[in-house]
Each structure stands twice: as C-alpha cells, then as structure tokens.
T-cell receptor, first 114, second 113 residues
Framework: DAGVIQSPRHEVTEMGQEVTLRCKPISGHDYLFWYRQTMMRGLELLIYFNNNVPIDDSGMPEDRFSAKMPNASFSTLKIQPSEPRDSAVYFC????????????FGDGTRLSIL | AQSVTQPDIHITVSEGASLELRCNYSYGATPYLFWYVQSPGQGLQLLLKYFSGDTLVQGIKGFEAEFKRSQSSFNLRKPSVHWSDAAEYFCALNTGTASKLTFGTGTRLQVTL
C-alpha cells in the first residue's frame, strides 16, 4: 500500500517567495496533520484536518502560513512570503479515527529559505 | 494537559548491548502510547503501540515496550542493538479525545561498533 506522499522532497528558495508543500494521505484516512521539525523546537504540530475540515490551527506560527484540504486525497501547506526562519523539515501524517490509531508519516519536505 | 517526557536527549550504546529508552507521561487516565523511530532524512515510522491489555508490547525490528501505570512510564527496550538502530526515537501519547498526538522531545541513539 502506498504511504503518505509528500512533494517536493527538497525545496530551496529565496526569502519572500511563495512556497507550496503538498501531501497525499493514505486512502481511507480521515485525519491529516502537518508538522514542522527543527533542531531548536523539535516536532511541532501546525494544523490538522478531519474529513477535510481544519480542526485545530493553533500551531500555525503566523498569518504567512495557510493550509487547505480541498478533498480527501490532497492537502497543501503554503507559506507566503517565506522567511529564512521558516527553514525546517515539514511532515505530513494521516490516520483513521480513534485514539489508538497511529499516525503514518510521509518522508517530509526539507525547506531551505535563503 | 497531557505531556510526554523523554529524559535522555542522547544515548550511546555498543552494538550487541541491550537498550532501554525512557518515556514518562502525564495524564489523568490511561492514554494510548506509541513509539516512533526516525532515521536520518526520513519520516517517523511506528515501532509499536499500547492501548489496552497486555502491558508488554512487541513491535517491529525486535523492539518491545512495557507500560507501567504505577510509574506512568512506557520504556522501550531491545535486547541486542544493531548498528542500523542508530536513529532518533520519539515517544507519543494520544488521550483518545482527538487523534492529536503529544510527542516527547526525542532520544537520539548512537551505536558504536
């Protein structure tokens, strides 16, 4: 079975540019999560969706960050405008309903803002 | 609010030696508990999970973990470590009220040959 698919795997761009990260969750999963991982702050939950609806976006750092899930098989995380401090690895994860259900992670997007 | 503590930031063990990574949690009831492993450049992979029943849980790659309610702990063990086990390990909990996980800060495992 295909796992969570993220694209691109690496992104290098200049400060001020718009960045769009993409995620395809596992088919049949109704929860989708976006995380950011840095050395300084570790793994942070940015936002999560249930049945394509954003449930908790309290982890989104600023208005420059936005996330959408137009359908059950696709989500985007957008940063506009990007800043060097946004450099991190961004992970997408998905799961089915239920606290005992594990989250399945993609391989992440390594983002570098110059 | 719930929390997860991994007291060891970095652990070094020799190949073939046994391993125990500590995880303590804070929550008023029994949570769902998970261990994940992250190899360099990769995402987090589920090693094992506990949600009820037998307190000793077997996972992939020869890992096991024991849930101890009295100590609020869920320590990860492996009897003989291989060089390929070098990675970062995360303990996480879910209280069941939502699918949101609370992660520990991780323990980086180094394996010496």
């Amino acid at each position: 079975d295909a796992g969570v698919i993220q694209s691109p795997r690496h992104e290098v761009t200049e400060m001020g540019q718009e960045v769009t990260l993409r995620c395809k969750p596992i088919s049949g999963h109704d929860y989708l999560f976006w995380y950011r991982q840095t050395m300084m702050r570790g793994l942070e939950l940015l936002i999560y969706f249930n049945n394509n609806v954003p449930i908790d976006d309290s982890g989104m750092p600023e208005d420059r960050f936005s996330a959408k899930m137009p359908n059950a098989s696709f989500s985007t995380l957008k940063i506009q405008p990007s800043e060097p401090r946004d450099s991190a690895v961004y992970f997408c994860a998905s799961s089915t309903t239920g606290g005992s259900q594990p989250q399945h992670f993609g391989d992440g997007t390594r983002l570098s803002i110059l | 609010a719930q929390s997860v503590t991994q007291p060891d930031i970095h652990i070094t063990v020799s190949e073939g030696a046994s391993l125990e990574l500590r995880c303590n949690y804070s929550y008023g009831a029994t949570p769902y508990l998970f261990w994940y492993v992250q190899s360099p450049g990769q995402g987090l992979q589920l090693l094992l999970k506990y949600f009820s029943g037998d307190t000793l849980v077997q996972g992939i790659k020869g890992f096991e973990a024991e849930f101890k309610r009295s100590q609020s702990s869920f320590n990860l063990r492996k009897p003989s470590v291989h060089w390929s086990d070098a990675a970062e390990y995360f303990c996480a909990l879910n209280t069941g009220t939502a699918s949101k996980l609370t992660f520990g800060t991780g323990t980086r495992l180094q394996v010496t040959l």
